[in-house]
């Protein structure tokens, strides 16, 4: 319908512009031409704008006429402050309130699989399956997912080595039904034989699905912690054993339930509801009614308590000779997967916040990465290991920080003919860590960490573990105001300091694939105290 006036007024403002053309190329009286210039008579050569009028509409350098001056927006001065409240059964519930339409509510718990001595390893794995699955007021699962479609909601479980986490995200409208949800499925599940055996399958499909991906990072993840702490706290596996598998049945999911789900161990936690307004649903739905676990009897034995053992780092090794999967479509040849780890810090530890810089300055990534310092391509493991050796597929460094320890190690990929050439190059580059780091460097990592914080922190989910995460082990929440001053007081001094704590440790190697040739973690241990150089290896070359 508007095409012909956009025509017409096309049609106009070419003829007004030609006219505008026209108009330059006449001076006034008092102008010459001079070598296609226009100059004053007075000898200056200042060009004569036009006068013409090409639009009706007044110029965007002048307000325009019967508006209301503009209002802009302003940040306010009101900060959301994380509150906090023990119920009388020793649930926490902690909460901030924000700004929108949706929330975030969920329960962590001090649970995961470190505490799983006294039961088959894998517990943590079917508990993951299990959720969100019957419960006694709801008869199936299609019935809570309802409920929560109702209000756009999503819901999801995930356990960590030390934590599990139920959580929700729904319209803010829906809070009394996701808390009602949450309550049923953490401390009333039906449990089912036959959800648990549908568990078991899953568990299954899941130990399958790993063993036929080139991706390793989960199973390598689980052989390195399993070498550094062996057989105690963090080395037991996150993922069931496959001889587990028939193990664990309901009888033993009820027993552990009964000690480590109690809401002594629970932390409520909601992001972008009112506190107040949680609290009270929390005494109706969490406090009120009996769990699953006190109703029923155990048949199979219980442990006393829970294990409340610390951490024993040990270094030692995992290594397992297999056939990696290769896929034509990733442009991948076969790799071995190597990871070597040191002793690191707790996320209580006065050197944390140093651990975690040291961490940014190492970096690192895949080799075919794209990006700038966001995607890490200035960092340690870029520059020094990617950047110079062309059969290094990935090299990427990680900080796993628990309440009483911690696990920093490097992950790196190579074809397994460099397997031994690929334990050199990681080696030496731990070795360097110590080195002090320029001043570029070191503001380098201070400030994508800070960036790094601030920009996950902009996600309510995100904002809710912190919150649960942060009560949980420590009973209050501190702000990110708090890391950001912590991060700036970080010295090359404490980088160089911490360095040098975790190689005084002996290191964890886990490797899985062609690994054949591969060193021994004693040798590595000689390395790490010798410029990174494993005995009886001569000096590395870049063209090899």
């Not at 050197?351 to 990465?369: R, T």
């Amino acid at each position: 319908m508007s095409l012909p006036y956009n025509l017409r007024v096309l049609t106009r403002r070419l003829l007004l512009n030609r006219c505008s053309a026209t108009q330059w190329r006449t001076f006034s009286s008092e102008t010459v031409e001079t070598s296609g210039r226009a100059s004053i008579l007075d000898g200056s050569t200042v060009n004569v704008p036009s006068k013409a009028i090409v639009t009706p509409l007044p110029p965007l350098s002048q307000p325009i006429p019967d508006l209301p001056p503009v209002q802009y927006a302003r940040p306010g001065d009101q900060k959301n402050v994380t509150q906090v409240t023990r119920l009388s059964n020793g649930l926490r519930v902690a909460s901030e309130n924000r700004f929108g339409q949706f929330c975030t509510v969920g329960v962590v718990i001090d649970s995961g699989p470190r505490y799983e001595l006294a039961y088959p390893s894998g517990i943590s794995h079917f508990l993951e399956k299990l959720a969100f699955q019957s419960t006694s007021e709801y008869a199936e699962r299609d019935v809570i997912f309802r409920e929560l479609e109702l209000h756009g909601g999503i819901c999801d479980c995930q356990s960590s080595r030390d934590t599990f986490v139920y959580a929700a995200s729904a319209d803010s409208r829906g809070l009394e039904s996701v808390t009602r949800i949450l309550s049923e499925v953490v401390l009333r599940p039906r449990l089912s034989v036959d959800e648990v055996e549908l568990a078991r399958q899953a568990v299954q499909f899941d130990l399958e699905t790993l063993g036929m991906r080139p991706e390793q990072e989960p199973i390598v993840m689980d052989m390195v912690h399993a070498a550094a702490y062996r057989d105690n706290t963090l080395g037991f596996p996150k993922l069931c054993p496959t001889e587990n598998v028939p193990k664990i049945d309901r009888d033993t999911l009820l027993s552990y339930l009964r000690l480590h789900h109690s809401p002594e161990r629970m932390v409520l936690a909601g992001v972008g509801v009112p506190h107040d307004e949680l609290v009270r649903l929390a005494e109706r739905y969490f406090v009120e009614g009996a769990a699953t676990w006190e109703s029923e009897k155990s048949t199979s034995p219980n442990p006393k308590g829970v294990d409340t053992s610390i951490a024993q780092y040990t270094g030692g090794s995992k290594l397992e000779e297999c056939a990696i999967p290769v896929y034509a479509a990733v442009g991948l040849p076969e790799l071995a997967h190597v990871v070597i780890g040191l002793r690191g810090c707790s996320h209580q530890d006065k050197d944390f916040i140093a651990a975690c810089v040291l961490n940014m300055m190492m970096g690192g990534g895949g080799s075919f990465s794209a990006g700038g310092p966001g995607k890490g391509m200035y960092t340690r493991l870029y520059t020094n290991v990617l950047n110079r050796y062309h059969w290094m597929y990935s090299a990427t460094a990680y900080n796993h920080a628990y309440a009483d320890t911690g696990l920093f190690c490097i992950h790196a990929t190579a074809p397994p003919t460099h397997v031994r050439n690929l334990v050199e190059v990681i080696t030496r580059e731990l070795f360097t860590m110590q080195s002090r780091p320029g001043d570029q460097e070191l503001r380098r990592a201070k400030t994508q960490l800070q960036s790094m914080l601030l920009m996950n922190l902009e996600a309510r989910p995100v904002v809710f573990e912190d919150i649960g995460r942060q009560v949980l082990a420590t009973g209050e929440r501190r702000r990110p105001e708090h890391f950001i001053q912590e991060i700036e007081k970080i010295t090359a001094e404490d980088v160089q300091n911490v360095a040098r704590k975790m190689l005084s440790s002996a290191p964890a190697l886990a490797a899985r694939g062609e690994i054949k040739g591969i060193p021994e973690v004693k040798d590595i241990h000689i390395a790490l105290a010798n410029e990174g150089r494993l005995p009886g290896n001569r000096r590395l070359t870049l063209f090899r």
